[in-house]
């Protein structure tokens, strides 16, 4: 017979955890004596919603759900913009948060609500665990998360059933993911019909095909049948940036370019496209549409020509790949050359240091393994486009959720993921602001990650939209006079880059110490406004 708090942290540990990211409260105290005891490490945050963002991005990259923890009430709230960036950005995850007891569900006492109907609408399921249920909610949580689209599942801990008593079996947590059907052979051959009577048929690659790995599969139909492709940014990775059908990603900077392809069309082939980053008819023609997924279409009734294939996304592409070669009117010369426009237009000449010069150093300087982990605003844009992975690097960003404050908490995630890979985040100074404190997390840690801080005093993309309505521009300075004004901020030593020169010499420093760094880059942030599109169509 052991206690439910023992009991929980050895099924966590047995199922691969190593970390839970969070801020604790009282109750949380018998849970973490577990921690320490067993060997699961609790990393305290400085924001809960961080501890969300750390646990996400332990999930991405390990295929194993992430955990974090809150106590109640603000803590809860603090955490759900974590477990809302898991929700549409397609993470596995385990949110645990501290609540009252049955009897005091609706009482008005200090910090009390109702955490179940607060995480229902950014959770894929949620529940409250005990002594009776202990056994099957873990396993159902866990299978409900990595089931496809793998999400984040919250658990509540009600106050002092910690020492509430289950059996030695009750841990023996076994659980399986729900199978993801065949797609209908109606389906596919209806698919096949509709493009081999097409003649300009695009390919638009999206986070699905990007989560299940099938990059392999993509390239061999796309040489087989020479055609051009688009991507969805969190589908970085999945085609090399010098490959001859790649033409670009879709939503990110001068992704006008990209429409001069995609505007050809006749037909667009979305593989494993999640409508969550950028929804169809914000940018595809009016054309027929195929849609091989494991989740229905979305999309608005204008498109009249729709075609689903819906199931296990390696088989409909097998299937794919079984078609013979038909000819189309592509001219993946006039595609490479366009693709050579775009990425000129990305790096423009000007007389001070901009945001392209930084990101280029920073790619020079990074290994090719290295991961860049990317903060919202209009710097993701650019880095969207410009950035040039490969295959075998890793960026991490948010794009369905979308929240500022992303990047240094996924910096610290993936370096605790991932110890022997450099790690770089690039953020603006606005959204530096929001999780600035989790560098104390680093420095507790001796994490040697590397915050990118480009500096230009202004919320650009807000900047760059009030251009767009033709409004005065209002509330958009982050600052007046200078930034860090200091070589240490948090005890972390701040760098600071002016030109390619220091930025270059500044990060190949940066990236040999045992600690954090920033790097305060003083950038020109006026190329943004001739490098985010408004109109995508």
Not at 82 to 95: E, H, K, N, Q
Request: charge should be negative; aromatic fraction near 8%.
């Amino acid at each position: 017979m052991i206690s439910l708090a023992e009991g929980l942290v050895t099924a966590l540990k047995d199922l691969g955890v190593k970390y839970v990211f969070g801020i604790p409260g009282g109750p949380s105290i018998p849970y973490m004596n577990e921690m320490k005891k067993q060997g699961i490490e609790f990393i305290t945050t400085a924001n809960e919603q961080s501890a969300g963002m750390m646990a996400d991005v332990f999930g991405r990259l390990t295929g194993i759900p992430g955990v974090c923890h809150s106590t109640f009430g603000a803590g809860a709230t603090n955490l759900s913009t974590g477990v809302g960036g898991a929700w549409l950005d397609r993470s596995p995850l385990i949110a645990l948060t501290t609540e009252f007891k049955d009897e005091d569900l609706g009482r008005r006492i200090q910090m009390n609500m109702d955490q179940q109907a607060f995480m229902a609408p950014i959770t894929k399921w949620t529940t409250r665990i005990d002594k009776d249920n202990f056994s099957h909610t873990l396993s159902k949580a866990f299978s409900v998360a990595l089931s496809e689209n793998p999400g984040p599942v919250h658990i509540g801990l009600q106050a002092n059933t910690h020492d509430d008593v289950i059996t030695s079996n009750d841990i023996k947590i076994k659980f399986e993911t729900a199978k993801v059907p065949l797609p209908d052979q109606m389906q596919l051959k209806t698919a096949r019909a509709v493009f081999a009577s097409s003649r300009k048929p695009i390919l638009a690659i999206g986070l699905t095909a990007f989560r299940h790995g099938l990059s392999k599969e993509i390239k061999t139909f796309i040489e087989e049948q020479k055609l051009p492709v688009v991507i969805t940014p969190m589908a970085k990775g999945m085609l090399h940036e010098d490959h001859p059908s790649y033409a670009g990603v879709l939503f990110h900077a001068k992704s006008n370019f990209v429409a001069n392809i995609y505007r050809q069309a006749d037909l667009v082939i979305g593989i494993g496209y999640d409508s969550v980053e950028f929804n169809y008819e914000t940018w595809m023609p009016n054309v027929p549409l195929i849609h091989l997924d494991t989740e229905p279409l979305d999309i608005t009734k204008e498109y009249k020509e729709t075609y689903e294939v819906i199931g296990d996304l390696k088989a409909s592409l097998d299937f794919l790949n079984s078609f013979d070669s038909y000819e189309n009117d592509w001219n993946l010369d006039d595609v490479a050359q366009n693709k050579i426009r775009m990425f000129e237009a990305l790096s423009p000449m000007t007389d001070s240091f901009n945001p392209s010069q930084a990101l280029e150093i920073i790619r020079e300087v990074l290994p090719l393994d290295g991961i860049l982990t990317a903060d919202v605003g209009a710097h993701l844009h650019l880095i969207g486009q410009l950035w040039r992975m490969g295959e075998k690097g890793t960026l991490l960003m948010t794009n369905g959720w979308s929240s500022m404050g992303f990047g240094i908490p996924s910096a610290i995630g993936a370096k605790l993921c991932k110890p022997y890979k450099t790690v770089v985040c690039v953020t603006g100074d606005g959204g530096f602001l929001m999780n600035c404190g989790e560098l104390m997390v680093a420095r507790r840690l001796g994490l040697n990650i590397v915050v990118v801080v480009l500096v230009d005093n202004e919320y650009s993309l807000i900047k760059v939209k009030q251009e767009w309505k033709t409004v005065d521009q209002y509330a958009t300075t982050v600052l007046k006079g200078n930034y860090f004004d200091a070589d240490i901020f948090l005890g972390v030593p701040v760098y600071q880059a002016r030109d390619e020169k220091e930025m270059r010499n500044q990060l190949k420093d940066a990236i040999t110490k045992e600690g954090p760094v920033i790097i305060e880059a003083f950038v020109d942030g006026s190329i943004y406004s001739d490098m985010i599109v408004k109109d995508h169509k």
